[in-house]
């Protein structure tokens, strides 16, 4: 190597170590909610998920006449977005002139609630928080309670779960919960922690019973590269971080990236979408890990996956308008899961199809576990009525949703599926 290139070579370097990755700002970017109320305001929401240029939704927009979405639209955009709402009569609501506000509000209580030191559901919590707090509960009882690891992320980091059967019994159903499939979709996994603590703590009776009936399984962050990402760069991150073959956009959709009529509908072709549906069937390594983890989990009963937002319990299918084997006795069931909800302060819910509330999607993680695994009972939540929830929430919303978990396994037990 000649002269001037080494000191080509050793400036690269020093600029490469002294450069470090700066958080996302989200200064007077507003939100608004979006009506689309005709078929072309479902073509500008499909142009903006494939051609974000500035733009970006909260979560992926229902694709349905008459659904709404939150949209962030950046401060250069104001103009050209007021254009649009103007010339195609689009109805909206401003939600936020000032997203980074919202955020900014968040990591304050993170950063005050995090400082004691104790594990609650007060604030969110990073990764590393998580996985020590359950070791020790695995630690507490060795007997009942283990961690498991799906497998290894793209960027190396461990996707762990929890496992409890009190007893350790061999043949009891499985229940399995899924959350933090999309990165920035951070209640999910509380609301499974929640749950967790919830399960293993609680002195009510029929607490207890469900307890000891069955085999507990939770994965409360599936993309974890993502999620760490959504910490340290971008709150609004949604997708995976494995690169793509366009060198300027990672990442895939994890739940448009399983073998369920991949690539057929409802995500896109394009790497810079926020529903982009990777290179090919599982080229995301969590999501190939995961599917073949899941067979491994014995008598799969039960499967239970987070999301949000929308306020939905909904069942299989996303991938098709057939209703799922057992359709009434899932929506009977889901709708003491919705009366639960509602018993706690008045919240409501709706009951469905995935496909009813979204459209038709491929590759989603629920129908790929409800068509090759068959658990009797399958549900995909959408939690609460905003995106980003306030840390106040968190706990209420936990409430909320083990209240209708609650409901879900005692009326299986009532009509002796298990």
């Not at 689309?36 to 694709?63: C, N, R, V, W």
């Not at 990442?251 to 448009?256: E, F, H, L, Q």
């Not at 919705?338 to 496909?355: L, Q, W």
Request: aromatic share 14%.
């Amino acid at each position: 190597m000649g002269h001037l290139a080494s000191i080509a070579l050793y400036l690269s370097v020093l600029v490469s170590l002294s450069f470090c990755v700066e958080k996302a700002r989200f200064d007077f970017y507003r939100v608004y909610e979006a009506t689309a109320s005709d078929e072309i305001h479902l073509k500008i929401f499909q142009q903006i998920l494939d051609y974000p240029d500035g733009y970006k939704f909260m979560t992926t927009p229902k694709m349905l006449i008459g659904s709404t979405a939150q949209l962030i639209v950046p401060p250069h955009k104001f103009g050209e977005w007021s254009e649009w709402v103007e010339n195609f009569k689009i109805e909206v609501k401003l939600l936020s002139n000032n997203l980074q506000e919202m955020i900014d509000k968040e990591d304050a209580a993170n950063q005050r609630q995090r400082r004691t030191g104790v594990y609650d559901w007060s604030t969110y919590r990073r990764l590393n928080e998580t996985y020590a707090w359950m070791e020790s509960l695995a630690a507490s009882l060795p007997n009942d309670i283990s961690t498991f690891i799906v497998g290894k992320s793209y960027e190396g980091r461990d996707i762990k779960g929890l496992r409890v059967n009190i007893g350790n019994a061999i043949g009891k159903p499985s229940i399995f919960f899924e959350s933090n499939i999309h990165a920035n979709e951070w209640i999910g996994s509380y609301a499974t922690t929640y749950i967790m603590n919830q399960l293993l703590t609680s002195e009510h009776e029929d607490v207890k019973a469900l307890l000891e009936s069955f085999e507990w399984w939770f994965l409360p962050i599936l993309n974890i590269d993502g999620y760490e990402y959504t910490w340290n760069v971008d709150r609004t991150w949604r997708k995976t971080r494995r690169p793509t073959q366009n060198p300027l956009c990672h990442g895939a959709d994890p739940n448009r990236n399983s073998d369920v009529s991949w690539g057929a509908f409802g995500g896109s072709s394009l790497p810079c979408s926020a529903i982009y549906y990777g290179d090919h069937v599982f080229s995301e390594v969590e999501m190939k890990q995961f599917s073949e983890f899941i067979p491994t989990v014995p008598n799969l009963f039960g499967y239970i996956s987070f999301h949000s937002y929308g306020q939905y319990i909904m069942t299989p299918y996303a991938v098709s308008r057939n209703a799922a084997d057992d359709f009434e006795l899932i929506n009977e069931i889901g709708a003491k899961a919705k009366d639960a909800i509602s018993a706690i302060r008045g919240t409501e819910y709706s009951v469905g199809s995935m496909s009813d509330f979204f459209g038709l999607i491929a590759g989603t993680s629920v129908d790929y576990v409800a068509i090759n695994q068959k658990p009797k009972l399958a549900y995909c939540y959408e939690i609460s009525d905003t995106h980003i929830v306030a840390t106040e929430e968190i706990q209420a919303i936990g409430e909320e949703l083990f209240a209708s978990v609650k409901a879900i396994f005692k009326e299986a037990i009532t009509r002796e599926l298990v």
